[in-house]
């Protein structure tokens, strides 16, 4: 062999050895940076699975608003129709209050007031006695026969 060709075939090899420790040092920045790039895609796996967790609570919490919302808006059209109620219920009331006012005011007729007149009484025996003439034929001045 000659020595160019040796020196050449040092020099490859040379060269090979400096390239394949190049490319080792180069995979070894690689595997760091695959190491790197790992860890933070699993701390981004891990953060969207928390904030899946916090959609999902907010989509609950969410329905559950909604749900008493419509509670309370069946709730608030109850009390509205028991407030129309109430209200009209007033009304009528003060109308037949006015009925009543006007009705009371009148003088009462004279059989009623006749009804309410009668004497002090005292005891079972007076009261009897009031009751039978109450109700008395008008005397004609006979007497009964019997």
């Known amino acids: 062999m000659t020595p160019i060709k040796t020196w050449l075939t040092v020099g490859l090899i040379i060269t090979s050895i400096a390239a394949v420790g190049l490319l080792a040092y180069q995979n070894q920045g690689l595997i760091g940076d695959n190491k790197l790039l790992t860890q933070e895609r699993n701390a981004a796996q891990t953060k969207a699975k928390e904030q899946q967790a916090i959609i999902v609570q907010i ?16 709730q608030l059209s109850t009390t509205k129709n028991l407030l129309t109620k109430h209200e009209q219920t007033i ?29 002090a009484l005292t005891g079972s025996e007076a009261y009897r006695n009031w009751l039978s003439e109450r109700d008395a034929l008008p005397v004609t001045g006979l007497q009964p026969t019997n």
């Open 59 to 74: 989509e609950a919490d969410a329905r559950d608003k909604q749900i008493a919302h419509s509670k309370l808006l069946a």
């Open 91 to 119: 009304q009528t009331l003060e109308q037949e209050n006015e009925q009543i006012k006007t009705w009371s005011n009148t003088r009462l007729p004279d059989p009623v007031i006749s009804l309410r007149r009668h004497p």
